[in-house]
């Protein structure tokens, strides 16, 4: 039942993030940026189940938190902060696009 509900926040955030992008930028901006994510959940899954399962072996913990479980909720929580610094705004409220040097 964890791995359902981490896909399905999964699923979630990338409808998020392709609208999100969409009404922001371009179209081909909202599919690069889903893309990413894709590229990032796949490799991030590789890199947490390894981990995971050198750190609590082949059994995981307990029948439902096995190591594909685990390695779910790790790739999340790794996910959350990276997306959080990823796709932060600048503090001026702009992406810094088309800002000129006063005196220039």
């Keep these: 039942m964890i791995p359902v509900l981490i896909f399905w926040i999964h699923i979630t ?8 992008r969409y009404y922001e930028e371009t ?3 909202a599919f690069l940026a ?5 590229i990032v959940f796949t490799a991030g899954w ?9 750190i609590f072996g082949p059994q995981g913990v307990s029948g439902i938190l096995n ?10 929580i790794s ?6 610094i990823w796709f932060r705004k600048s ?6 696009k088309g800002q000129e040097t006063a005196g220039a």
């Design 27 to 29: 179209l081909g901006e």
């Design 34 to 38: 889903l893309g990413f994510a894709a």
């Design 46 to 54: 590789t890199f947490s189940s390894f981990a995971v399962h050198i």
């Design 79 to 84: 996910e959350a902060i990276f997306y959080k």
């Design 91 to 96: 503090p001026g409220g702009s992406s810094g």
């Design 67 to 76: 190591n594909d479980s685990l390695s779910l909720i790790f790739l999340t």
């Design 13 to 20: 955030a990338g409808v998020y993030l392709f609208v999100r």
